[in-house]
Nanobody, 129 residues
Framework: QIDLVESGGELVQSGGSLTLSCKGSGGSGFRLGDWVVAWFRQTPTKGREGISSIDDGDGKTYYADFVKGRFTVFRDQSKNTVYLQMNNLKPEDTAIYYC???????????????????WGRGTQVTVSS
């Protein structure tokens, strides 16, 4: 069993930047780097969207088209943390952002929520126009 905690969400103006963190913890010897980690977001109108993922091997990343070029996902292995750097934020990026982890290497790439067994509680990002 692992625990994921997101942080970094806040109110920001359009065009601004935020960096979200997803810190993982688990039993003895736990390494978040052994897991595929994805970021999702959820709104009442669009539901849940897969945004980005980083694999458990060489750090290969995936981005949905609507964030490509603006968002960057990366790891800090020493901190068991995955980050989502978000630049040039738009009002339509307003959502609750979740990180999720999967022990299945095939989960890398376009995130499929059904393949992710562990989820954080989410962090609210609000982008004002």
């Amino acid at each position: 069993q692992i625990d994921l905690v997101e942080s970094g969400g806040e109110l920001v103006q359009s065009g601004g930047s935020l960096t979200l963190s997803c810190k993982g913890s688990g039993g003895s010897g736990f390494r978040l780097g052994d897991w595929v980690v994805a970021w999702f977001r959820q709104t009442p109108t669009k539901g849940r969207e897969g945004i980005s993922s980083i694999d458990d091997g060489d750090g290969k990343t995936y981005y949905a088209d609507f964030v490509k070029g603006r968002f960057t996902v990366f790891r800090d292995q020493s901190k068991n943390t995955v980050y989502l750097q978000m630049n040039n934020l738009k009002p339509e990026d307003t959502a609750i952002y979740y990180c999720a982890a999967s022990s299945y290497s095939g989960s890398a790439g376009r995130p499929d929520a059904q393949q992710f067994s562990h989820w954080g509680r989410g962090t609210q990002v609000t982008v004002s126009s």
